[in-house]
């Protein structure tokens, strides 16, 4: 007889003792039950497991899109292109000599090249902004931003002065005019070939069927679905052409087009005018998948010469300027011009010569003259992304530092650009600063340096295209928004012009401000570090790029509990400037104030950064002074000797006392310190010494009794923030003596004095280098005064025009 009964979930046969017994029974069913049971936990297991691979793989995948995912709020900039005519056409190719482009990614550029047609001519094709060409000067003389500017090269035995002059109307960007004009010295008639060219970007596709450019009767002609049709006619207006040439070529990019050109050069001999070099047919275009896409046109000259370089579209019946109605109207303009930089700046009302306002007015339109139109992605990385991977494709409207050898986009270089470019017209501005905020990610980072179109990244060394998220920049861009906020309120009144605009950056502003608080923060409350130092083994002192003060003397060996006080200023600054433009929007101020009364507490400043034994401000970190390079000898037959750091004292946790430089100034740059503050008066003390900062040119960046004092950092690297004289920093003092000197304090009257001082020897120093050199500097000598870096750098350097001004 046979009965059923459950085992567990299990039903089982149970049979009588004459088929098998009741002990044999009972043990195979507890054995089928823990196999069970254990299949039931070894699936539990893998499930669990394969769960958790499963969010560690989309933890991972998040993590790693987070680098170059923007921030999912409204753009800040709403209108660009054609909806804002009047500045839709530039000189927006700040690294060429002379180039214009409008506001579209995808639009026509057009450009100058020359050179000399001599047997002793060694110079080559001018075209890119270069330091190796060597010329004597070049630079804007006026740039108004908007319709006009003009510009004066020296290139010996050559003067080149070019202008443009923008026509306004019609439904596709207007007219323009570019006028180059050519004159040798001694009125010296030497063989001059000008070349003006028309190209398309290829970097971000072939632009053909729907771009075109071609020459049809002499004159460069285009199409593209923004401009629709245009022409441009090479006109001259005084001189004599002797020979005109021109190709229909293909070039891979705008960063090759000279070389290009040189390709399609041709030299002959005509028989009545000798020797001449002619623009050939480019054979690449037998290849039938390549488009036509760089056009130039060259004209031999006599000098003195005067060419009109003519835009004109087809929907404008106003005609464009040229000829003597373009001279009338550059008059016009000039005066204007003049006009307005006194109305604004007050130069000649302070008692300035005009000679010395002539400079100011030029290191103002470089700096204007230097703002250009960029538009493509960078390259980014974090400790999430195995390979660098591209950020997303976006424009940037930026000034550059220098025309030669930074023309691109720079972070914190930008917030001391806007103090200048503000005061000019705060349209461009904020139109400026709205491009930078929307280059914002999703964890609120920016990236510093932006190297965006094939140009851009052209000119820039390998090892500095890739920008890490956990690089930082010193937060200027905030300050200044805030300073324009504070000083001009009427443009951020309820329905003022740049009300709504505020109020969408807002967002921003937090998020890049949340940024610093989350991932600048160092071990110790309060306290704050630059992260992205990395010891090397050949750096006499680990460079800080992050800061912007790169290779400024921190601690020896970089590690995690050091405490960077210019950092911790800055973000007492921001904190405030939060606090200022929340104010201005009716948010709420409450957490920033909270911040910033925090941060300017002196005893907790003083507890992480005041030395009692020097009596001053210093970082803290793994440090030691006993530091030199030495050249190390190869193990290896064949190898290179190789210059390296030894160490002969080892480090230990300590204030970076021996560093007695910018860094130690910050809690009076950032106006962190109280007016009475007895610390101020120490700072303001040793500031006037000329055996530390004071000298006859501005504030040094390093003190002379630093052991690092314009030391190497490697075999290769030149001293750069270790003794020099930088505008930006000085500026930031200026403003700061100004603060003080209009507070009352015990250190009101010296803050005075030394204002006046300091603001008189770096007026008379830079005014006097650019006399002597046709440049602003990148620094400047502090044993000297002589100009040094990179030039022209009109960069922060162009502050001076606001130092004249006495505007901080």
């Known amino acids: 007889m046979v009965r059923h009964r459950k085992v567990g979930n299990v039903q089982y046969k149970h049979v009588n003792s004459n088929e098998t017994s009741s002990s044999s029974g009972s043990s195979e069913n507890s054995t089928v039950g823990k196999a069970f049971k254990i299949l039931s936990i070894w699936k539990t297991m893998v499930g669990f497991f394969c769960f958790m691979i499963a969010v560690y ?31 839709y056409w530039g000189t927006y190719r700040p690294g060429v000599y002379m180039g214009m482009k409008s506001r579209e990614p995808r639009s026509p550029v057009f450009g100058l090249m020359w050179y000399e047609l001599t047997a002793s001519s060694r110079k080559g094709i001018r075209h890119w902004c270069d330091q190796g060409d060597n010329l004597a000067s070049y630079g804007w003389l006026r740039h108004d931003g908007v319709s006009f500017g003009e510009q004066l090269i020296l290139d010996h035995p050559h003067n080149i002065t070019t202008s443009f002059i923008k026509t306004p109307g019609g439904e596709h960007g207007g007219h ?155 008059d016009e303009k000039r005066r204007s011009f003049d006009e307005e930089f006194e109305e604004k700046f007050k130069l000649s009302e302070k008692g300035y010569q005009e000679s010395d306002i002539a400079i100011a007015r030029a290191a103002m339109s470089n700096m204007i003259g230097g703002i250009g139109y960029f538009y493509g992605a960078g390259r980014v990385q974090s400790q999430y992304t195995r390979e660098p991977v591209p950020y997303w494709r976006a424009p940037l409207y930026t000034a550059v530092p220098s025309r030669s050898f930074f023309p691109r986009g720079f972070l914190w270089d930008e917030g001391f650009h806007g103090l200048l470019i503000g005061r000019w017209n705060s349209d461009i ?22 190297i965006l179109g094939a140009e851009a990244l052209a000119r820039v060394p390998k090892e500095f295209v890739v920008q890490n998220n956990a690089a930082a920049n010193p937060p200027m861009l905030l300050l200044q928004l805030a300073r324009l906020v504070k000083t001009r309120p009427h443009l951020f009144e309820p329905y003022a012009p740049h009300r709504k605009t505020l109020d969408r950056m807002f967002s921003r502003l937090q998020a890049w401000y949340q940024w610093f608080q989350s991932t600048q923060k160092g071990e110790e409350p309060t306290s704050y570090r630059w992260r992205g130092r990395e010891d090397t083994g050949d750096q006499l002192n680990p460079k800080t790029l992050t800061s912007g003060i790169d290779d400024y003397p921190r601690a020896s060996h970089p590690s995690n509990i050091e405490r960077h006080v210019d950092l911790r200023c800055w973000m007492y600054a921001a904190a405030d400037s939060m606090a200022v433009i929340a104010d201005a929007l009716n948010r709420d101020t409450s957490k920033f104030e909270a911040t910033r009364d925090q941060l300017s507490d002196e005893d907790l400043l003083n507890e992480l950064h005041w030395s009692p034994h020097t009596q001053t401000y210093a970082d803290y970190g793994l440090h030691t002074d006993g530091v030199r390079l030495v050249r190390k000898q190869p193990r290896n037959p064949g190898e290179q000797p190789k210059v390296v750091r030894s160490v ?112 008189a020897n770096i007026v008379r120093n830079i005014l006097s280098e650019y006399r002597r050199t046709g440049y602003l500097w990148e620094q400047y000598s502090s044993e000297d005064g002589r100009g040094s870096g990179c030039r022209p750098f009109t960069g922060w350097t162009a502050l001076v025009t606001l130092i004249m001004a006495d505007e901080y």
């Open 57 to 87: 793989v989309g933890t991972l995948g998040y993590l790693e899109t987070r680098v170059n995912t923007p921030l999912d709020d409204e753009k800040v900039v709403q209108e660009s292109g054609l909806a804002i005519p009047d500045r």
């Open 176 to 330: 323009w005019t570019v006028r180059i004009s050519v004159n040798a010295e001694n009125n010296a008639n030497l063989p001059f070939v000008l070349i003006w060219y028309g190209a398309l970007d290829e970097s971000l596709g072939p632009a053909a069927p729907h771009s075109r450019l071609w020459i049809e009767n002499g004159q460069l002609l285009g199409h593209t679905p923004q401009l629709h049709n245009f022409k441009v006619a090479l006109v001259p207006h005084k001189g004599k052409v002797i020979h005109k040439s021109y190709s229909e070529a293909y070039s891979s990019g705008l960063h090759v087009l000279k070389e290009k050109l040189h390709s399609l050069l041709k030299a002959e001999r005509h028989a009545t005018l000798g020797r001449l070099t002619s623009l050939r047919p480019d054979p690449e275009l037998d290849d039938k998948e390549k488009d036509v896409n760089f056009v130039p046109i060259q004209l031999m000259v006599e000098t003195p010469f005067v060419l009109d370089v003519v835009y004109s579209t087809e929907d404008l019946p106003t005609p464009p300027l040229k000829g003597e109605e373009y001279t009338r109207v550059l």
């Open 429 to 450: 501005q904020m139109d400026i600063a709205a491009h930078w905020l929307d280059l914002i990610n999703v964890e609120g980072w920016i990236p510093r340096e932006q």
């Open 648 to 759: 002969s004292v080892p480090p230990q946790p300590r204030l970076v006392t021996s560093a007695f430089g910018y860094v130690s100034l910050f809690p009076m740059l950032l106006k962190v310190l109280r007016p009475e503050s007895d610390k101020l008066g120490k700072i303001l003390e040793d500031l006037d010494k000329p055996d530390l900062l004071w000298s006859p040119y501005g504030l040094r960046s390093l003190s002379k009794s630093s052991p690092l004092y314009m030391k190497r950092n490697t075999e290769h690297d030149p001293p750069y923030w270790r003794g020099q004289v930088w505008i930006n920093v000085n500026y930031l003092a200026l403003s700061a003596l100004k603060h003080y000197s209009a507070a009352d304090g015990p250190h009101k009257e010296r803050a005075g004095q030394l204002h006046a001082r300091l603001s």
